[in-house]
């Protein structure tokens, strides 16, 4: 009996559910499921039932439905709501039309998403009546475009219906990484032809064209120089010859080099595309323009001036910054606000760069200070180094001057001359000024017996240090003396220390560590073959002395014996 119940409740719930989703559409006519779909509405590809699989696709964010073109391949998920809502996804087809069971097929090639969703809607609401309907754009459609001129790999290439002219570019296999971009123009002296990134051109179906500037886009961001592709469009690369056809573009921009035209480019067309920014960029003092046809006078222009001239081919802009001096120094240790600190190159002193930073602290070392100073040396010049002989250098010895000279410096500097007013230094953009804290000792690290800090006095030499750490440990060589600043080993145990300075107590080498122990058994290696080699060597001369005197005296028999 309770088994019959508990049936009998079931189904008495099943009924009750049925008259509510009857209740809650009377007027509504679900779309037949599987094989009692109506007759011409297509049953494969462009319309499946249920709730679609769709392939995950890389967006910019969601879709403007004002500014989308729907075409062939895109496709829609169409709603009609209820307790138990139904979805169907369909496709529009090969010839345009987008077709919605019991509702119709709507033309919607080349119309905006807003107003083929704005007609399928009106249908499905005058269809089914009472009930929840939506149209929504599933996935972007698929399309092809052609890519043709100087492009690694030209060709047709399928792109989706949200790719940009850059995306085409991407699937011809031309590099438009930001990295390629910035050295798009710093290379081009170096090519026959170029890519002409500022002028390509996208070719539609409809028989318009347009010209874009793509590394305008890079420079800017701004999107309208690298829109959207359309059904078909044909996207043409041209080239240009940058020794004859380029723009040299210089001075105050992010991305200096030579750059192809644009019929209607002005200067600052040009000063934009390298980087220079016209709101919170470096301020221009004027803009220097040189002709080819005559370079004895160029022309100093004005930001205004500059939007008004024309560029031609092979002029030299150059941008001059309204302070070219400006820098920043850097400022580290015992000051009272590190930091960095603006200056004018080569006018700023490092006295005003001590007082900017609030002066010296009372522990600061002032003997151990230094200043880091960027190597300046271009790449072309340390490739020039290498390759060409320099007086007697060997090669060894240039590529030693090379990587010397590719080192950051350090700039010799006394300062408390300088705090003493005695003298002082100008300073360069990039430097780096560190002033260490005077330690509270002298420090003795090492071979000793107690390595650590002792009390700094007047007159003490680096052994009277070695002393106070209870002498030397086993294995202890020489003794050296690190000056302050300059750290350079100084092995003299009888030298007075000045403060700031430090004590150090080298050993036999020692296979503590797997490293070590490798290197010790290489040197002890090293050592064996050498002692065999002057071994080899006496051995040889013994052999030799013995077989000329065995020689002469050979002859000395023979001229005997004649005699």
């Known amino acids: 009996m309770p088994r019959l119940a508990r049936a009998f409740s079931s189904l008495v719930l099943v009924a009750v559910c049925l008259v509510a989703i009857l209740a809650e559409a009377p007027h509504a006519q679900i779309p037949p499921t599987g094989s009692q779909l109506p007759v011409g509405i297509p049953t494969g590809q462009a319309l499946r039932m249920g709730r ?7 967006l910019e964010g969601a879709v403007d439905p004002t500014t989308y073109l729907v075409g062939p391949g895109d496709e829609f998920i169409i709603s009609i709501g209820g307790l138990v809502p139904r979805q169907v996804a369909t496709t529009v087809s090969a010839d345009g039309f987008l077709v919605i069971p019991e509702a119709g097929s709507f033309n919607v090639v080349g119309r905006t998403l807003a107003s083929v969703r704005a007609e399928a809607s009106a249908a499905l609401r005058r269809r089914f009546a009472n009930v929840t309907t939506d149209v929504a754009l599933a996935v972007p ?23 940009r002219v850059e995306d085409a570019l991407a699937a011809a296999n031309g590099n438009t990484s930001p990295r390629s971009l910035a050295a798009y123009a710093a290379v081009a002296t170096q090519q026959a032809q170029w890519p002409a990134l500022r002028n390509i051109v996208v070719a539609h179906m409809d028989g318009s064209s347009e010209r874009m500037d793509l590394v305008r886009y890079f420079s800017t961001g701004d999107v309208a120089y690298n829109p959207y592709l359309r059904d078909g469009d044909a996207v043409h690369v041209p080239t240009f010859s940058p020794t004859q056809e380029g723009v040299s573009v210089n001075g105050a921009v992010a991305q200096p080099g030579v750059y192809d035209i644009r019929p209607t480019d002005s200067v600052l067309d040009l000063l934009i595309a390298s980087g220079w920014q016209r709101d919170g960029g470096v301020p221009l003092s004027a803009i220097r323009l040189m002709r080819t046809e005559d370079q004895s006078a160029p022309r100093l222009l004005s930001i205004d001036e500059a939007s008004r001239t024309t560029v031609r081919p092979r002029d030299q802009i150059y941008a001059v910054a309204a302070n070219p001096d400006a820098g920043f120094v850097a400022v580290a240790g015992a000051v009272h606000y590190p930091g960095a600190y603006p200056i004018q190159e080569r006018q700023t002193t490092l006295s005003q760069l001590i007082e900017m930073a609030g002066g010296l602290r ?17 790449a072309d010049s340390v490739d020039t180094l290498r390759a060409a002989p320099i007086g007697d250098l060997d090669y060894f010895s240039r590529r030693f001057l090379v990587e010397q000279l590719a080192r ?30 005077g330690a509270d000792g002298v420090r003795v690290f090492g071979q000793v017996l107690r390595s650590g800090y002792f009390p700094f006095a007047p007159g003490l030499t680096a052994r009277d240090y070695v002393s106070q750490a209870g002498g030397v440990g086993p294995g202890a060589t020489d003794v050296f003396l690190m000056e302050a600043g300059s750290n350079q080993l100084i092995a003299d145990a009888s030298r007075v220390l000045e403060p700031g300075d430090a004590v150090f107590v080298s050993r036999t080498p020692t296979a503590d560590t797997p490293d070590t122990a490798q290197l010790q058994f290489q040197q002890e290696q090293a050592e064996r073959e050498v002692r065999r080699d002057l071994r080899q060597a006496r051995y040889q001369l013994v052999s030799t002395v013995i077989s000329a005197v065995a020689t002469v005296a050979s002859i000395l028999i023979a001229l005997s014996t004649l005699n």
């Not at 679609?52 to 890389?58: D, F, G, I, K, S």
């Open 362 to 378: 009372d522990d600061a070392l002032l003997r151990g200070a230094y200043l880091l100073r960027p190597a300046r040396l271009a």
């Open 141 to 163: 459609r698929q399309f092809y475009v052609h890519v043709s001129g100087g492009v690694p790999d030209p060709g047709r290439h399928v792109v989706r219906s949200v790719a």
């Open 408 to 437: 950051t410096p350090t700039v010799a500097i006394r300062l408390d001359r300088v705090v003493a007013g005695e003298e002082d230094l100008l300073l360069q953009n990039g430097d780096r000024l560190v002033v260490p804290r």
């Open 52 to 58: 679609p699989t769709t392939t995950a696709v890389v």
